[in-house]
């Protein structure tokens, strides 16, 4: 294949890539919109903290001047906790998300009551059951405001170990069990490589989830993980994941979407972020497609 033929395949390929803007943790909104362009990345996945650290008026700006399309707003959630201070923020998740047009708000759905990310164990429920209820209660609320403005609820499972702290939804099939008590345009769900390719049913869920699917987030799982298990993401092809059948499961399922790079890891946030991104496009294009 000739150089140029090389080059229009792999911007064929990385036409859909998305940089998810924490996989370029050190560079604030406006820095990070200026990479994509830089870059010729045509889509980007928000944090609602650098938004607002940005302002979210000059984000919309950014965005929009820049051309990029945001592919995901993250995050809303931590419904277990319950109490009306949680629905409230969920609005204001789905109001931003609305402004930014975003393609979908990324839901983190919370673990037990009284467990809190980081922090020693105190007075807690251990009523797993319950906690799940609770994020339907919250989603019956939540998903009509969400629809009155046009966003997309994107419901998160997160792999096992997280389930007591982050999310007690752990699986694709969890998820979809929640989300089908709402119209698809309302709830949807992610699919994250990290989070679910350990699942034997993975495949099935994914074509179950056909017209649901809401956002497709990719990274590697590393192994060892690393102390801190949050950061144990790694850039394709550094860890033990196969990607291309659940690429294509998911393109068989309909997803369109961009495909978003969600990378938490602390030697990839200590890097040059210009060169992590060059080397995430790599490796999205060697491993993923689309």
Request: proline share 5%; charged share 20%; net charge negative.
């Amino acid at each position: 294949m000739s150089a140029t033929r090389a080059t229009r395949a792999t911007r064929a390929q990385t036409s859909r890539f998305s940089l998810n803007q924490w996989t370029t943790k050190r560079w604030t909104v406006a820095e990070a919109v200026d990479g994509c362009v830089r870059h010729g990345v045509e889509a980007i996945g928000l944090w609602r903290q650098d938004v607002a650290a940005q302002g979210l008026e000059q984000t919309v700006k950014l965005v929009a001047d820049a051309g990029l399309r945001v592919s995901s707003l993250c995050r809303g959630g931590f419904l277990t906790s319950g109490g009306p201070e949680a629905l409230d923020d969920n609005r204001r998740a789905i109001d931003e998300a609305a402004a930014l047009g975003a393609a979908c708000l990324v839901m983190v759905v919370g673990g037990l009551p009284g467990v809190v990310p980081g922090e020693p164990l105190g007075t807690i429920s251990r009523d797993l059951p319950a906690a799940r209820e609770r994020v339907a209660e919250a989603l019956a609320v939540l998903a009509p405001y969400a629809g009155e403005r046009g966003v997309r609820l994107a419901l998160e499972p997160l792999h096992p170990m997280y389930c007591a702290d982050r999310a007690v939804l752990s699986t694709l099939g969890q998820a979809l069990d929640l989300a089908e008590a709402h119209p698809a345009e309302q709830v949807g769900v992610v699919v994250d490589t990290f989070h679910v390719w350990w699942d034997p049913r993975v495949l099935e869920e994914i074509a179950r989830a056909s017209g649901r699917i809401a956002s497709y987030q990719v990274c590697d799982f590393l192994s060892p993980l690393p102390a801190d298990v949050l950061l144990g993401r790694g850039v394709m092809g550094d860890g033990v994941i196969d990607f291309a059948p659940m690429t294509r499961a998911v393109a068989e399922a309909g997803y369109t979407g961009d495909v978003e790079v969600e990378i938490f890891n602390a030697d990839v946030w200590a890097a040059d972020p210009d060169g992590i991104l060059a080397r995430v496009k790599a490796a999205f294009a060697e491993f993923v497609g689309g």
